[in-house]
């Protein structure tokens, strides 16, 4: 089982940052990710892709948030963080990641974004 922990969620104002993270681990195991995603469901929504950065390829970004997201991995810490710049009330959602590992797919909990206008 590996384990994802996000942090980085909060209440912003309309235009404002937000930088989430999401940390694999494996209780001292040794896996391999080939994938990590950020996803988003908004309250009453569907839940709804938001990017991806698969290992040695390009990143993907969903049309809603290109331009506005980063997504970047730190391949060392095994983490993925999602810069969230430019923040519209479109955008508050409670945000999870999704990594690929050898051991399977995991989600992780979620971090609550709220944006206020």
């Not at 590996?2 to 942090?7: F, K, N």
């Not at 983490?79 to 590992?101: F, G, I, R």
């Amino acid at each position: 089982q590996v384990q994802l922990a996000e942090s980085g969620g909060g209440l912003v104002q309309v235009g404002g940052s937000l930088k989430l993270s999401c940390t694999a681990s494996a209780s001292g195991r040794a896996f391999s990710i080939s994938n990590m995603a950020w996803y988003r469901q908004p309250p009453g929504k569907e839940r709804e892709w938001v990017a991806s950065a698969p290992s040695g390829r390009r990143q993907m970004y969903a049309d809603s948030v290109k331009g506005r997201f980063t997504i970047s991995r730190d391949n060392a810490r095994n983490t993925v963080y999602l810069q969230m710049n430019s923040l519209e009330p479109e955008d508050t959602a409670n945000y999870y990641c999704v990594t690929s590992t050898s051991e399977g797919d995991f989600y992780g909990q979620g971090t609550q974004v709220t944006v206020s206008s």
